[in-house]
T-cell receptor
Framework: AQKVTQAQTEISVVEKEDVTLDCVYE???????LFWYKQPPSGELVFLIR??????QNEISGRYSWNFQKSTSSFNFTITASQVVDSAVYFC???????????????FGQGTRLTINP | KAGVTQTPRYLIKTRGQQVTLSCSPI?????VSWYQQTPGQGLQFLFE???????NKGNFPGRFSGRQFSNSRSEMNVSTLELGDSALYLC?????????????FGEGSRLTVL
């Protein structure tokens, strides 16, 4: 069965520090998708990035970057020069193959609560 | 463009009662998924609907049910509520629900069972 592990339950850093959120996944599928979502206090999950299993290119979007390594089954997320507004719970998720082709189900990690202190 | 709208945002019920939660997806989206979020179990998949058909179901008891209407709006129902059903219920929509597609989430309905 698919599984996502986010070993860091809580991280607290001072503003402007760099911070990396770890994500390790398990799957027997050869084709799969990985996601990162951000959950602010309002509750909704905000999509950050999607990566499919055939694309190991690292991605950078402003202060955010993602490092996907199939060899270690990891999909880590780094925030550079963190800001107070980055404070939220961050979830890593794996798209599980559905029995019925096309139907999607996400398997989420337990989340990492990130607090950026001024 | 309006996002995913969930109602009610907060509700309190007592054990044994039943509850219905509503989700209006983004206009044009035909797939609606439901997730339960609790401190202990985290985020867990409940079910997914596409064009009024349930295509995928998580590992939840039969007390949890859902449906989707022809306008893609969805409802989920929990009967005979238990204390452990207290959770944030999140609805997500996507164009087709296709494997690997981006999900757009609502702010959730926070259910408290007393």
């Amino acid at each position: 069965a698919q599984k996502v592990t986010q070993a860091q339950t809580e991280i607290s850093v001072v503003e402007k520090e760099d911070v990396t959120l770890d994500c390790v996944y398990e799957t027997r599928d050869t084709t799969y998708y990985l996601f990162w979502y951000k959950q602010p206090p309002s509750g909704e999950l905000v999509f950050l990035i999607r990566r499919n299993s055939f694309d190991e290119q690292n991605e950078i979007s402003g202060r955010y970057s993602w490092n996907f390594q199939k060899s270690t089954s990891s999909f880590n997320f780094t925030i550079t020069a963190s800001q107070v507004v980055d404070s939220a719970v961050y979830f890593c998720a794996l798209s599980e193959t559905a029995i019925i082709q096309g139907a999607q189900k996400l398997v989420f990690g337990q989340g990492t609560r990130l607090t950026i202190n001024p | 463009k309006a996002g995913v709208t969930q109602t009610p945002r907060y509700l309190i019920k007592t054990r044994g009662q039943q509850v219905t939660l509503s989700c209006s997806p983004i206009s044009g989206h035909r797939s609606v998924s439901w997730y339960q979020q609790t401190p202990g179990q985290g985020l867990q998949f409940l079910f997914e609907y596409f064009s009024e058909t349930q295509r995928n179901k998580g590992n939840f008891p039969g007390r949890f049910s859902g449906r989707q209407f022809s306008n893609s709006r969805s409802e989920m129902n929990v009967s005979t509520l238990e204390l452990g059903d207290s959770a944030l219920y999140l609805c997500a929509s996507s164009w087709t629900g296709k494997y690997g597609g981006e999900l757009f989430f609502g702010e959730g309905s926070r259910l408290t069972v007393l």
